[in-house]
Every structure is written in C-alpha cells, then in structure tokens.
C-alpha cells in the first residue's frame, strides 16, 4: 500500500498518525521457522539481513505476515547509508556488517495472521491486533508509535526530523489494505538550495534528458555531486537538450570531475557507480560547463547528499556557481530516537 505526498499534517476524517521511518520498505512472510524479507517491489532481502531471521521468530507469531521497515539506528539516529552498505552480493561482507552494524525492524501493519487474511479488515482493527501479537520486548524489534492526535503528529512531525525521520504518515482508520493504491498520505520536509548543474543523464527512451546532476562546494572549493533533480515531463526532457546542448562543447576541459568521467571502473559515491538496486541500470553521464545554477527542492540532506532526488524549480541565470556551497542548507539537530518511542508508550 502506498501514499499520497503532501506538505501539511491531514486533520479531516478519522486518522491515525505514525512516523515515516527511512529505511527499507519491508514485507515480513513467517511461516514457522521460514521467514522471507520482501521489498516493496517483490525483491528478495533475506539474505542481506541474516541478523533478524531469529528476532523475527522470537518477535512475531508463528504464521504472520507483516508490512514494516528495515532500518539501521545509530547514536545520531537512522543511517540509511549504513543500510544501502548492506546491499552487497558476498555473503562474507553482509556477515560482517551485519555484526558491526545490526538492523532493527520497526512494524506497522498486520496483513495476515495464522489462517486469517486481515487485508480487508480496516486498519484501526490491523493495528489493534498487531498491538497484541508483537513482542516489543526484544531489542531491535519495535511496533512503530501511533497517534491519533493530530497535534502530536505535528509535533513528532517538526522535533524527529534530526533522528533520520522521513516526515509523517497519516492512515485512514476504516481503510482496507490495498495494494498499489495511494490512499494514505505522507507528510515531508521541503525545502530549496541553488545547486550547480554539472552534467545530466539521457532519459532511458533515449530522447531527452533525464536527470541533472548537481554539486555543491565544500569550504575547501571542491566541488561535491550531491543527487539529481529529475522527475520531468517528456516535453521538459526534449527542451532541456537544447538549452544544455550550448554547455557540452569542451565540458570536460578543467572539470572538477573530470578523472570520474574518464574512469573505467569508478570506486566510491560518484556520478557513474553502478546502482545498488539495479546492476544492469546505466549510470553514465555527460559533463557540461561549470556555468549553470539550478534552483531545487529537497526534503532532507543525509551524509553530504540530498537523501531523494530533488525536483527542479527554475535555473537561476543571477546566481554564480561559485556560490552554490554546503553552507546555504539548513542544519537540523541530531534527536535522541527513544524519546518518541516513551512519548508514544505515555
């Protein structure tokens, strides 16, 4: 089940409001001592997370499947990039970091439980059940914190954001589990930075561009890339060929990522590293001419990079690139995870 994006808490109707966690979208299949981890697109996650297989026996009843989140918690709070480190194909190296840096599964809904399919019940009745069959008892294992309080959720909405929190879910109460359906509502952060453009990504028909790659500059005058802005309509994509075809020409002459264009087999977060979730997916890029500034809206900012990918709002032809640095994004201070776990218990 899916949700719509807005940018305030919803009040009308009867909600239920619940952090949105920023981790992986995981569905939990339990079958006596089998347990499969499903993504929210049907891939296997088993295998990169052997460290809950056994809380998850322990947690949850015997014939259970269960709608969560797979998220890494640190003293800062979450750490998503700690999380997409354990997409790794050697099984040695998921069981080192599976050590060093265990995974925790925060649960939100009951979708079937023994023989019983609670897909159609309405969710107020999912999550009464599901409050009675989790044992929060056990570390790493937690039933996500509800409210129904709409003020609270705005609360929760503004103090987590340092914690890692993605922003706020809002669930009808009466509503049944409908797959694919966006018929909850996540409420997000959003807010814009001037960025340079230094180069984009063809879309994939081919015919247009389909994502500018964006940098910042550090105090030390390195420029860092930072994400993407894309998501444009097939118009958009034509007419952003010819407005950045004049910044093509010797692109790579002096460019700051210049030995990143030309590696063969990049190492590190760059441009062109190969997807974490798609092996086959291309990553190769066309340099422009360190000379425009874009304008985007962001939600949050995670380990120097925006967390998802941002969304063009205009190119800003009064600004210089020079002046598209680390310091214009504002900072949020770190929260402490377990006060909204007690705030929710009191």
């Given at each position: 089940m899916l949700a719509k994006a807005v940018h305030e808490v919803p009040r009308a109707g009867d909600l239920r409001y619940e952090p949105k966690w920023d981790g992986f979208r995981c569905i939990v299949f339990r079958d006596g001592d089998e347990v499969?981890?499903?993504?929210?697109?049907?891939?296997?996650?088993?295998r990169y997370f052997p460290e809950l297989i056994d809380l998850i026996k322990d947690a949850l009843p015997e014939r259970c499947v269960v709608d969560g989140e797979i998220v890494i918690v640190t003293a800062r709070g979450l750490d998503f990039d700690s999380l997409q480190l354990r997409l790794h194909p050697a099984a040695s190296r998921v069981?080192?970091?599976?050590?060093?840096?265990?995974?925790?599964?925060?649960?939100?809904?009951?979708?079937?439980?023994?023989?019983?399919?609670?897909?159609?019940?309405?969710?107020?009745?999912?999550?009464?059940?599901?409050?009675?069959?989790v044992d929060?008892?056990?570390?790493r294992v937690h039933l996500t914190p509800m409210t129904e309080?709409?003020?609270?959720?705005?609360?929760?909405?503004?103090?987590?954001?340092?914690a890692g929190f993605d922003g706020v879910m809002a669930k009808p109460a009466d509503e049944p589990y409908q797959q694919d359906r966006r018929v909850m509502w996540k409420v997000k952060h959003e807010r814009t930075a001037?960025?340079?453009?230094?180069?984009?990504?063809w879309h994939k028909d081919g015919k247009g561009v389909g994502s500018l790659l964006l940098g910042l500059y550090d105090e030390d005058g390195t420029l860092h890339h930072v994400g993407v802005a894309s998501s444009f309509t097939a118009a958009r994509r034509r007419e952003l060929v010819g407005e950045l075809e004049p910044l093509r020409h010797n692109a790579l002459d002096g460019h700051p990522w210049r030995d990143w264009a030309e590696a063969e087999a990049p190492a590190g977060r760059m441009p062109?590293?190969?997807?974490?979730?798609?092996?086959?997916?291309?990553?190769?890029?066309?340099?422009?001419r360190i000379e425009r500034v874009a304008e985007v809206r962001y939600e949050h900012v995670q380990s120097g990079r925006f967390r998802h990918g941002t969304r063009l709002a205009r190119f800003r032809p009064d600004r210089q690139p020079e002046s598209c640095t680390y310091g214009q994004l504002e900072e949020v201070a770190p929260?402490?995870?377990?006060?909204l776990f007690e705030e929710a218990r009191s």
């Open positions: 499969e981890l499903g993504s929210r697109n049907d891939r296997p996650l088993t069981r080192k970091l599976a050590a060093e840096t265990p995974a925790s599964l925060v649960v939100f809904d009951l979708l079937a439980l023994g023989d019983r399919d609670l897909m159609n019940e309405p969710f107020g009745q999912r999550r009464r059940l599901l409050e009675g069959v929060t008892r056990l570390a309080d709409a003020e609270v959720a705005e609360d929760w909405f503004n103090r987590f954001e340092g001037d960025c340079v453009v230094a180069g984009f990504r062109g590293m190969q997807s974490r979730w798609n092996a086959q997916k291309d990553l190769s890029w066309e340099p422009l929260a402490e995870l377990a006060a």
